[in-house]
């Protein structure tokens, strides 16, 4: 997956306004998403601009299905919490400082954790993929 240069700096998929908005969550700024096609294919896109990228799936049968409403904490390596936050589609890509950081993805009641380092310069990927059987459509 290329990123494609746009106007005035911005992705391809910004120019298309197929992003949501970035917020900050206390001191991170946070870019959450990926509900329909060409919003996940933009998240996609855009993900290789920032620190951390997290994916958010449930294992269906061969295949997965994507994940939305995932609650999202990250605590960095002396174990202080760095962000917390509501995940509204299956990407949540995070601004974080360079360093190792854990990170909790709970959906439905059931809770993934990873460990991750962060680069400078770099993405760190990660998907979080929960077992076969997690309801991801209950309310």
């Known amino acids: 997956m290329a990123l ?7 992705t391809a998929a910004q120019a298309a306004g197929e992003l949501p908005a970035a917020q900050r969550v206390g001191g991170v700024e946070v870019l959450t998403g990926g509900v329909g096609h060409d919003e996940a294919r933009a998240m996609e896109l855009e ?15 061969p295949h997965a299905e994507f994940a939305a409403n995932v609650a999202v ?3 960095d390596a002396r174990n202080r919490s760095v962000l917390e936050s ?5 990407f949540l890509l995070a601004r974080l400082a360079p360093g190792d950081y854990k990170v909790d993805a709970t959906l439905r009641g059931h809770t993934l954790q990873r460990e991750v380092h962060v680069s400078a310069g770099q993405t760190a990927h990660v998907l ?7 309801d991801i459509a209950a309310p």
């Open 4 to 10: 494609s240069g746009g106007v005035a700096g911005l």
């Open 47 to 61: 993900a290789r601009r920032w620190p951390l990228a997290l994916e958010f799936a449930v294992k269906d049968g």
């Open 73 to 75: 904490h990250v605590r």
């Open 86 to 90: 509501t995940a509204s589609g299956p």
């Open 128 to 134: 979080l993929l929960w077992p076969q059987g997690v």
